[in-house]
C-alpha cells in the first residue's frame, strides 16, 4: 500500500450507508478490493458473487463495531439486523 492515499476520488463514492431491519436483507455490490464495515446494532452478514441474503445464521457482526475485509470487485454483502431499524457503513478501504 502507498504511504499516499487520496481520500476522495472525484469520481466514485467512498463509503456508503445502510439503513438495516430485522425482517428484510439488505444487499448491496461491493467495487473496492478492500472495505471497512461500521455497524450500529448487531448485524447478521453474509458474502457471496452474486446477489446475497442474509439470514440468521449468517457470520454475526457485534454492535458498534468495525472490520476490515477482503474482497474481490463484484462481491456483494447482506446485512440483517439482528433486532429494530439500525445502520450500516461500508467504507472503500483502497
Known sequence: MSRYHTLYNAGAAKFTTLQTN???SVNTSITGRRITV?????HFMAM?????????SSCVI???????FNMTTGTHVA???H???NHVTIIDAD
Open 22 to 24: 430485522a425482517t428484510t
Open 38 to 42: 461500521l455497524t450500529i446494532g448487531a
Open 48 to 56: 457471496g458473487t452474486s446477489t446475497v441474503t442474509a439470514t440468521t
Open 62 to 68: 457485534p454492535n458498534n463495531s468495525y472490520l476490515d
Open 79 to 81: 446485512f440483517l439486523s
Open 83 to 85: 433486532t429494530g431499524v
